[in-house]
C-alpha cells in the first residue's frame, strides 16, 4: 500500500535517487511503466503542464507515478496549482516530490505525504553502508580493512564509493580486500592520507614528508583537501586540549571525540574510529599555543593554494607539515 505523496529531501543524492527508483519499481508494472510514469524537472513545468500531469489516469494500470525534480524550483503558479492537488491528492497516482541537496523546503510540502530526509552517512553507518552495498549490490564481501582503506582514498561521496566498488567487484574474483583496493583505487596502507594525518598528529615531520608526495598523486585528493582534513584534525586536538585541561581522563577522552563528530557530523579523512584513536593517542603532544600556531598556518596555506602561482602545492605542504609537526618545539626545548 503506498501513500499518495512521497517528498525526498536532505543532502545524500545518491540514496535519494536510490528511493526513487524503488519506488518506480515497486508502483509501476514494467510492462506499463512507458504510459504510467512521468518524471519532470521543477522548472520546466507550466502550471497547464503540472495540472495534466496530475489528472491524467492510470492506464491499464492500478496506479500512475509522477516524479517531479527540483520541486523547489516550481514557479510561483505551478506551485500553487501543486497546493491545490496535494490538498486533495488523488488515489491512483503516487506523487514522488524531489528537492535538491541544500533545498530548503516550504512548511506545505515538509508536512504533505510521507517526508524522508536522506542525511549524508557518517561515522559507523558509512563504513556498514559500504560493506551492505557490496554484498547486496554486487554480491561480494569486502573485509573491514578494504572497507577502512576505500572511505580513506575516496571519502563519504557514496556515488564515488559505488563507482568504485563496482570496479572492485570486477577486479576481485572472490572478496574484497586491501591488495584489491590498493590495485584498483591506487592507495596503499602505511601511504594513505590517514597515515599522512597521523604522522602530523604525532608531530613526526619525517614520517609525514616521506608520505606527502605519494598522497598528493592519489585519487580524489588535492592540496586544498589535505588542508581541509589537517584543519579538522586541529581543531579536533584543539578540542582534546580543552577537555583535558577541564579534568576530563585520557580513558573518556575517546567518548568526547565520538560525541563531537556525531554532533557536528565531519568527516576527518578516514572512518571515525581510526581518527578518534589517533587524537586521543597524540592529544597530549600538543599546547593552546601550538594549536593556534597550527591554525594560523593552516589559514596562510589555505589563502597560498587559492592565490599564489610562485611556490608550487607541494612546497606549499612541505611548508605547513614543517610549521605544523615543529609547532611548540622551542617551547619545549626551553
Not at 492506464?59 to 527540483?70: F, G, Q, Y
Not at 510521507?114 to 557518517?122: D, K
Not at 589559514?299 to 612541505?318: C, G, I, M, N, V
Request: proline letters at 5%; a negative charge.
Amino acid at each position: 500500500m503506498f501513500d499518495p505523496v512521497y517528498v525526498l529531501f536532505g543532502d545524500d543524492e545518491f540514496r535519494k535517487d536510490a528511493a526513487v527508483r524503488d519506488l518506480v519499481e515497486a508502483a509501476v508494472d514494467p510492462s506499463t511503466r512507458d504510459f504510467n510514469l512521468e518524471v519532470r524537472r521543477g522548472s520546466e513545468l507550466s502550471p497547464e503542464t503540472l495540472d495534466a500531469l496530475l489528472g491524467t489516469p492510470p492506464m491499464l494500470a492500478e496506479r500512475r507515478v509522477v516524479v517531479i525534480r527540483d520541486v523547489d524550483k516550481l514557479k510561483k503558479d505551478a506551485r500553487a496549482m501543486l497546493g491545490r492537488y496535494l490538498a486533495r491528492p488523488a488515489s491512483d497516482l503516487l506523487v514522488v516530490l524531489v528537492a535538491p541537496a541544500g533545498a530548503k523546503l516550504d512548511k506545505e510540502l515538509s508536512q504533505c505525504g510521507v517526508a524522508v530526509e536522506f542525511e549524508p552517512l557518517t561515522g559507523e553507518r558509512l563504513p556498514r553502508w559500504v560493506t551492505y552495498h557490496a554484498e547486496h549490490a554486487l554480491g561480494r564481501t569486502i573485509t573491514p580493512e578494504a572497507v577502512a582503506l576505500l572511505i580513506e582514498a575516496t571519502g563519504p561521496d557514496l556515488t564515488q564509493l559505488a563507482l568504485e566498488l563496482e570496479k572492485l567487484a570486477s577486479f576481485a574474483s572472490d572478496a574484497i580486500d586491501e591488495h584489491a583496493v590498493s590495485e584498483v583505487v591506487g592507495v596503499r596502507r602505511g601511504e594513505s592520507l590517514g597515515d599522512l594525518l597521523d604522522a602530523v598528529a604525532a608531530k613526526d615531520a619525517a614520517q609525514a614528508l616521506a608520505l606527502l608526495p605519494g598522497v598528493l598523486q592519489q585519487p580524489k585528493t588535492t592540496a586544498v583537501s589535505i588542508v581541509m582534513n589537517l584543519t579538522t584534525q586541529t581543531l579536533a586536538l584543539a578540542y582534546g586540549v580543552a577537555a583535558r585541561e577541564r579534568g576530563t581522563p585520557a580513558r573518556a577522552l575517546y567518548n568526547e571525540y565520538m560525541t563531537l563528530l556525531r554532533e557536528s557530523g565531519a568527516f576527518p579523512g578516514r572512518p571515525w574510529g581510526e581518527a578518534v584513536n589517533a587524537w586521543t593517542k597524540h592529544t597530549e603532544r600538543w599546547g593552546a599555543s601550538d594549536l593556534d600556531a597550527a591554525l594560523e598556518a593552516l589559514l596562510q596555506t589555505d589563502a597560498a593554494l587559492k592565490e599564489t602561482r610562485l611556490s608550487s602545492p607541494e612546497q606549499l605542504l612541505t611548508t605547513l607539515v614543517l610549521r605544523l609537526c615543529g609547532a611548540g618545539s622551542s617551547r619545549r626545548a626551553a
